[in-house]
């Protein structure tokens, strides 16, 4: 399993891009970048998976270098409740892999 | 549709009792997890479920802990003679396939005072 490393929090003031980068130089090749947002008294909610380049959805960007040993999140124009924690994942998508979560990165938007 | 849900949203308990949190995942999703998150770490994995058994029970700490989803759809965790190491939030997932997306339900807090 490729082990990721994150910071362990992060502060932005309300209407900034946040980014938050995620190392894991051990990625293999079958293995897609996934990252979860967790709210207090919640459980951990899919927000953008990729394996190379840039995915784009609704709510992030995730950037991936060609090398593919670390990823960016990037949350545009981030507001009060996107205060949470964030969580990058590694693993293969064929078939069964435990997950491992790792502490995350908290970030806390400030007024 | 609905996500995941989970019950109870609560439990406190004497050191030594018996407990079972209950698990209900996204119809039709075959595979299902669970996990413990203790204050300030992020979820662990305790057991994966692929249809009605068990394909990784490596997570569970001990045999105290056990876990079944006798028709491949509700799942229960059991947890025998609990201490108070066991307190944390239990989180219950579940996805279409094992390589597909995880999605959370809102976990059951535990308390064991």
């Known amino acids: 399993l490729a082990k990721t490393t994150q910071p362990i929090s992060m502060d932005s003031y309300e209407g900034q891009e946040v980014n938050i980068t995620c190392s894991h130089n051990?990625?293999?090749?079958?293995?897609?970048i996934t990252w979860y947002q967790q709210f207090p008294s919640q459980g951990p909610r899919f927000i953008i998976q990729g394996y190379k380049t840039k995915v784009t959805n609704e709510v992030a960007s995730l950037f991936i270098p060609a090398d593919r040993k670390s990823s960016t999140l990037s949350l545009p124009r981030v507001s009060l409740s996107d205060t949470a924690v964030y969580y990058c994942l590694v693993g293969d998508r064929i078939g069964w892999q435990k997950v491992t979560f790792g502490t995350g990165t908290k970030l806390q938007v400030i007024p | 549709g609905a996500g995941v849900s989970q019950t109870p949203s609560n439990k406190v308990t004497e050191k030594g009792k018996y407990v079972e949190l209950r698990c209900d995942p996204i119809s039709g999703h075959t595979a299902l997890y669970w996990y413990r998150q203790s204050l300030g770490q992020g979820p662990e994995f305790l057991i994966y479920f692929q249809g009605t058994g068990a394909a990784d029970d490596s997570g569970l700490p001990n045999d105290r802990f056990f876990a079944v989803r006798p028709e491949g759809s509700v799942s229960t965790l059991k947890i025998q003679r609990t201490e108070r190491g066991d307190s944390a939030v239990y989180l219950c997932?579940?996805?279409?396939?094992?390589?597909?997306?995880?999605?959370f339900g809102p976990g059951t807090r535990l308390t064991v005072l």
């Open positions: 997932a579940s996805s279409l396939t094992p390589s597909d997306t995880q999605y």
């Open positions: 051990n990625i293999a090749t079958n293995d897609y």
